[in-house]
């Protein structure tokens, strides 16, 4: 529903100095058709109290294109009309009064090609601070062909990461060293050796690993390379390790990523705080040496997380995958942090489809062709178990890396033992899923029959068989699937 | 040591009747299935030998697992996988790969370390199999 016609002013008028409303602007064009090569942002916007809804989201697509408080004459040497970004279309919220869905479109020549950092200052910039609004929260974007195609994308894709590692089929198996902080080098790379050996395909530094007084980074690189290097000796297989490279400075991430390559690494890592910019440099390099990019999403709950102000995450995650990172933390749905089902499955179907349809019941806004780019393999990391193998499967499917930290670290007798009961328990699953087996409902079954031949898992199920973390989602979808819905 | 290459080398070794449901899951997805064979297991062979072109047409597990007990009768006392091969628009590659057959004893890996100026090592990755010829690997262990 659009509450209000178009009341542009036109022509000289337009122009005479002084303060005019945004709608009168020509920011709220309800009659604007968005062209296909258009970027469309859709925004939650909460108005303060006595703000007419339609300027509130007008004064939204001005302040993040071309406006600023007053009229400005110069707008007269430009083809003002093509730059000023567009809401054409304002819903008010299901069940939440006082919100609206501004739908704003944006000509393509607004935006440099291939920057994200260019995007979000225009997408993201000022507006979020803007007076008239409670809060605004980006929720989803409708990204060009056009403009896609600007983008590297992820330096490695799920395709071909698979055909280095060598590994068909199944989830990859990962885990985050613990305790995060404090070990040496040398332990360090004690439980990379133990994880790896014991079966998983990665382990992984933590987000906040990076050089400290306990263990500088050259340190870890060293030990956990001989750690990998000697847990592929042992089981003929392709193993790696997530070294962080994030630093101060982009000549320090580069210093260590150089030396994690020339020490025959397949993959490093770097954090979302890093920021844009320092994000596409590192998947450039990437791409330049032949590394796997791994993304933790460190910090993004500070803006993802709050459904009436931020940025959701599904719009971090289209960043990302025009950024060109390989890996991305995206939630889990039964382990210990955030996450929706419906919601993480746009999550993951925005990181692995070549098209993602609209789906409101999952918060997916807009059709979106990804024009080929390279899939972004999600990561699942954060209080899960062997135990929960088969709801993992179904709820996330295969092209996913399932980190189990303190699932595989915790297990009673040892990291090995812990590590052999998550790849057992996994490929069990795996096994029945193919049978044809309903292995959702039969998966605690699967489980225990697999358990009756290794021992390690029986123990894992025994020690975490009732953990479960049940929490209301913050951000889950405001559209549930009814016949009667009209959108 | 046991290789632990593929999907399900984690498991006891799959019996016949539970390869023949592997191999109708990959046809039922309309993957082309593919046996090879090899006796360098060394992590990086990516080309192991292929028993016949990729089987594009067969529909029928039982197909597949006749020329499965052919190769197992030639290359009985090597590695021998199976493999799912999707030709679908953005994938083109392989789907699954497990392994259905290894020799009697796997000799497994020696890891050499060259030191290096600086601490760096230099690692190699060394079958012990293949110190004797393609062939006689693993004939007489």
């Known amino acids: 529903m659009n509450i209000q016609p178009s009341i542009t002013v036109r022509g000289k008028d337009r122009y005479k100095s002084g303060v005019m409303e945004y709608k009168r602007m020509g920011y709220w064009e309800p009659n604007y058709e968005p062209k296909d090569t258009d970027v469309i942002a859709l925004f939650r916007v909460t108005p303060q109290d006595g703000v007419d809804p339609t300027e509130a989201c007008a004064a939204v ?6 406006a600023t408080w007053t009229v400005v004459w110069t707008d007269r040497l430009t083809a003002a009309e093509k730059y000023r970004a567009k809401c054409y279309r ?4 299901p069940n939440s009064p006082g919100s ?4 704003i479109a944006y000509d ?7 920057s994200i950092s260019n995007l979000t200052a225009s997408i993201i910039g000022n507006v979020f601070g803007f007076k008239p609004l409670k809060a605004l929260r980006l929720e989803d974007m409708r990204l060009p062909v056009a403009y896609v195609k600007t983008f590297q994308g992820p330096a490695t894709g799920i395709v071909v990461e698979r055909e280095r590692l060598d590994k068909f089929g199944r989830p990859l198996l990962g885990a985050t060293v613990k305790p995060k902080l404090g070990l040496s ?14 079966g998983l395909d990665f382990t992984k530094d933590d987000e906040n690993i990076n050089s400290q007084p306990f263990m500088h ?9 001989e750690a990998v290097n000697r847990a592929q000796a042992a089981t003929g297989e392709i193993k790696g390790t997530y070294l962080n490279v994030t630093a101060a400075t982009m000549e320090d991430m580069y210093e260590r990523a150089e030396f994690a390559h020339e020490l025959g690494s397949n993959i490093v890592m770097i954090d979302l705080v890093i920021g844009y910019t320092a994000i596409q440099s590192m998947a450039k390099w990437a791409r330049r040496n032949n590394m796997i990019l791994h993304l933790h999403r460190a910090g993004h709950s500070t803006y993802t997380r709050q459904r009436s102000h931020g940025v959701s995450f599904r719009v971090i995650a289209k960043w990302m995958r025009l950024a060109g990172v390989d890996h991305i933390h995206a939630g889990t749905v039964v382990g210990k942090l955030e996450g929706d089902p419906n919601t993480t499955r746009g999550y993951y179907d925005i990181c692995r489809e070549d098209f993602n349809p609209m789906q409101l019941e999952h918060g997916v806004f807009f059709d979106q062709n990804w024009a080929s780019l390279n899939k972004l393999m999600p990561v699942a990391s954060g209080g899960i ?15 996913v890396v399932l980190q189990f930290g303190g699932g595989t670290i915790g297990h009673p007798r040892g990291i090995q033992a812990g590590a052999t009961a998550n790849r057992v328990a996994l490929e069990a699953m795996i096994l029945a899923r193919n049978e044809g087996r309903d292995y959702v409902h039969e998966g605690p079954e699967i489980l225990a029959k697999a358990a009756q031949t290794c021992t390690p898992l029986r123990e894992a199920l025994d020690v975490w068989k009732d953990v479960t973390f049940n929490y209301e989602s913050t951000d889950a979808p405001d559209f549930v ?7 | 040591m046991r290789v632990t290459q593929g999907c399900f080398s984690f498991l006891p070794d799959l019996t016949d009747e539970q390869i023949a449901a592997q191999v109708q899951y990959c046809l039922d997805k309309g993957w082309a299935v593919n046996i090879e064979f090899t006796d360098d297991p060394h992590p990086r062979n990516t080309y192991w030998d292929m028993w016949g072109l990729p089987m594009f047409d067969l529909r029928d597990a039982a197909g597949i697992m006749k020329e499965l007990a052919d190769c197992r009768r030639v290359y009985g006392d090597r590695y021998i996988r199976i493999s799912g091969f999707d030709s679908g628009p953005g994938w083109e590659s392989v789907r699954i790969s497990f392994i259905v057959n290894r020799p009697r004893e796997e000799p497994g890996f020696r890891l050499d370390r060259q030191e290096a100026a600086g601490r760096n090592l230099h690692y190699a990755t060394h079958s012990y199999a293949v110190t004797r010829p393609e062939g006689e690997r693993y004939t007489d262990r």
């Open chain 1, 481 to 487: 699937p009814t016949p009667s819905m009209a959108v």
């Open chain 1, 90 to 93: 304002v819903d008010p919220v």
């Open chain 1, 385 to 399: 178990h062997a135990g929960q193998m088969h709801q993992l499967l179904d709820l996330l499917g295969e092209d």
């Open chain 1, 108 to 114: 393509l020549d607004l935006f440099e090609p291939g």
């Open chain 1, 217 to 225: 980074w050259r340190e870890r690189f060293l030990y956990c390379m």
């Open chain 1, 61 to 66: 697509a001005g302040e993040s294109s071309t």
């Open chain 1, 185 to 198: 080098g040398r332990n360090y790379g004690r439980v990379v050796y133990e994880a790896l050996k014991g």
């Open chain 1, 100 to 103: 609206y869905f501004a739908y």
